[in-house]
C-alpha cells in the first residue's frame, strides 16, 4: 500500500460538528496509515465526486443527503450497495475505480445484537420509511430473521417504495412481510404477542407539530408500555432523543446512534485499506475516541 499522504472523507451537508474526524484519525494513525480524515461539507454531489477523483482520495463515508444521490456517478456498486440502494462508503478498487458499498446495516445489526439476542425471530418495528431504513429493515429480516417488520411512517407512498426495494433482501427468496401502521387505533389492534421486540428509529430528532406526526409519536409511545425491548435510535443529534427518553421512561434498553458508528469500522476499513489492515484495527482504543468525542461534543449533548 502506498505511503504517500492521501486523503478521506465524510461527504454530506451539516456535517461540521460531526465527531467522525476524531474516531477515524485515531484509527488511521494506529494502523500507520498516512491519511488525514476531513468534512467535506458541499452543495451539490458532483462536488462530492469531484474530490473523490482526486489522485490522493483514499475513502469516502457518505452521509444525507447523498447516499442514493451518489450512486450513479460511481464507477460500480457492490452487492450491498446495491441491494439496499443507497451507499454510505466508497472505496478504490484495485484498478482505481470508484466502488459505492453500504455498510450502515452492519451497524444497525451489531446494535441490535449486542443488546440482547432474544428478538431473533421476533415482530420488529422501524420508524421512518426514508433512505436509512433500508439498512434497518435488511438487519432485521436477512440477519434477526424478525417478522412482521412493522413502519410507521407518515407517508404511505414512501412506505410502498420501501417494500418494492425491500423484494430484494433475502438470500432464500423469501422477502420481509412490511405491515405499514397508520394510526394508533391500528398499534392497540396489535395483539401483544405481536408487538415488536427490536424498534429502530430512522428520523430526526424534530418536535411533533403536525397532526400526523402526533399520531405517530402516540404510536411508537404505546408500544413502549407494552413488552419491553431494545430501542436504537440512529439519530444521534441530540444523543438523549425524544424517543430514546420515552423508551428509557418505560424500562426499554436503549442503544446511542453513535455506536452505529463503532460497529462499522471494521469493514469500512476493509473496503479502504484492505483485510490485512483491518485486521489490525485498535477496536477497543477506536470506541474510546468515539466515546470521548461524543462526550465532548456540544452539539449533541443538548
Same mark, same amino acid.
Not at 469500512?268 to 466515546?291: C, D, M, T, V
Given at each position: ?75 460500480? *456498486? ?13 472505496? *478504490? $478498487? ?8 453500504? @455498510? ?54 414512501? /412506505? ?9 433482501? $433475502? ?5 420481509? @412481510?412490511? /405491515?405499514?401502521?397508520? +394510526? *394508533?387505533?391500528? @398499534? ?13 428509529? @430512522? ?16 404510536? *411508537? ?39 452505529? /458508528? ?29 466515546? /470521548?468525542?461524543?462526550? +465532548? ?6
Amino acid at each position: 500500500m502506498s505511503l504517500e499522504k492521501k486523503y478521506y472523507y465524510l461527504a454530506g451537508q451539516g456535517i461540521k460538528h460531526s465527531i467522525a474526524p476524531t474516531v477515524h484519525q485515531t484509527v488511521a494513525s494506529s494502523l500507520g496509515l498516512p491519511w488525514e480524515f476531513l468534512l467535506l461539507d458541499v452543495p451539490t454531489v458532483t462536488d462530492v465526486i469531484a474530490t473523490f477523483q482526486r489522485p490522493d482520495f483514499a475513502g469516502g463515508v457518505v452521509t444525507m443527503p447523498y447516499k442514493q444521490a451518489i450512486m450513479a456517478h460511481l464507477d460500480k *456498486l457492490d452487492h450491498f450497495a446495491t441491494t439496499l440502494n443507497a451507499c454510505n462508503n466508497v472505496y *478504490l $478498487s484495485p484498478t482505481g475505480e470508484l466502488v459505492g458499498s453500504n @455498510t450502515d446495516w452492519i451497524g444497525i445489526l451489531e446494535c441490535l445484537r449486542t443488546a440482547s439476542s432474544e428478538g431473533k425471530g421476533k415482530p420488529a418495528l422501524v420508524i421512518g420509511a426514508g433512505g436509512a431504513s433500508r439498512a434497518a429493515v435488511y438487519a432485521l429480516h436477512e440477519h434477526l430473521q424478525c417478522e412482521p417488520i412493522y413502519v410507521i411512517n407518515r407517508l404511505a407512498s414512501e /412506505v410502498e417504495a420501501l417494500k418494492a426495494d425491500a423484494e430484494k433482501y $433475502s438470500s432464500t427468496g423469501t422477502a420481509p @412481510t412490511l /405491515v405499514h401502521i397508520e +394510526n *394508533l387505533e391500528a @398499534t392497540r389492534k396489535i395483539p401483544e404477542s405481536d408487538r415488536p421486540f427490536y424498534v429502530v428509529g @430512522t428520523v430526526p430528532d424534530l418536535e411533533p407539530k403536525t397532526e400526523m406526526e402526533v399520531e405517530a409519536a402516540s404510536m *411508537l409511545r404505546y408500544f413502549f408500555k407494552g413488552e419491553k425491548g431494545v430501542f436504537l435510535d440512529m439519530c444521534f443529534n441530540p444523543r438523549n432523543t425524544r424517543s430514546l427518553k420515552a423508551a428509557k421512561e418505560q424500562g426499554w434498553m436503549t442503544v446511542e446512534g453513535i455506536n452505529i /458508528v463503532g460497529w462499522q469500522i471494521g469493514q469500512q476499513y476493509e473496503n479502504w485499506a484492505g483485510k490485512e489492515k483491518a485486521a489490525s484495527i485498535p477496536h477497543e482504543k477506536a470506541w474510546e475516541a468515539l466515546r /470521548v468525542a461524543a462526550d +465532548n461534543n456540544p452539539f449533541i449533548n443538548k
